[in-house]
């Protein structure tokens, strides 16, 4: 068990409002990342984290924030919400420390409805 | 991006071998073949990973062509619980793991 929890696990909020996601890990690994998986589509990665304050964009990074400001959290952040933004998102880190080529471990995910 | 091609869904029986193909014709030579499974309402997890030798582990063996062009997962005895969808992915080194991920095979499992 490589120790990641995401919070919430399921949210439903509305339109227009803000929403923060949360991964936490407790083994302090350097990669982190957020994907999204949606029904029909396999899972696409958002934005992704290589060290504290370190991000990138992946490929579906419009709409979506992120910020790491300690190693064992990186929170994903919806400014304002949209219906398109419905989805389950899962963290996860890589359990090599330079995230290279290696194992990935994800968090069971956070089921979100924007209604 | 290399891309892989997998079919859609396999279905096997209980306690009985399984070999998952997945093609990569496009493959260059420093991409990692990489295979993840997700089990209904779980996150996807790691099963193996494997550049140009084949490869074993507790959860199942990787077999890659010599040409490097296909590989095959396989499963030595399938259990219902092995019933998921499985993702053969390619990543380069020093990608980060980037994974990307495709539509994968939805393997079902008949007892």
């Known amino acids: 068990d490589a120790g990641i929890t995401q919070s919430p696990r399921h949210k439903v909020t509305e339109t227009g409002t803000p929403v923060t996601l949360r991964c936490h890990q407790t083994e302090n690994h350097r990669y982190m990342y957020w994907y999204r998986q949606d029904p029909g589509h396999g899972l696409r990665l958002i934005h992704y984290s290589y060290g504290v304050k370190d991000t990138d964009k992946g490929e579906v990074s419009d709409g979506y924030s992120v910020s790491r400001s300690k190693t064992e959290d990186f929170l994903l952040t919806l400014e304002s919400a949209t219906s398109s933004q419905t989805s389950v998102y899962f963290c996860?880190?890589?359990?090599?420390?330079?995230?290279?080529?290696?194992?990935?471990?994800f968090g069971e995910g956070s089921r979100l409805t924007v209604l | 991006d290399a891309k892989t091609t997998q079919p859609n869904s396999m279905e096997s029986n209980e306690e009985e071998p399984v070999h998952l193909p997945c093609n990569h014709s496009?493959?260059?030579?420093?991409?990692?073949i990489h295979w993840y499974r997700q089990l209904p309402s779980q996150g996807p997890e790691y099963v193996i990973h494997g550049l140009t030798s084949n490869v074993n582990n507790r959860m199942a063996s990787l077999a890659i062509a010599e040409d490097r062009k296909s590989s095959t997962l396989i499963l030595h005895r399938a259990t219902l619980r092995d019933a998921a969808v499985y993702y053969c992915i390619l990543t380069g080194r020093g990608a980060g793991n980037m994974l990307t991920f495709g539509g994968g095979t939805r393997l079902m499992v008949k007892p």
């Open positions: 496009t493959i260059s030579g420093t991409d990692y």
């Open positions: 996860a880190i890589s359990l090599l420390g330079t995230g290279d080529t290696g194992e990935l471990f």
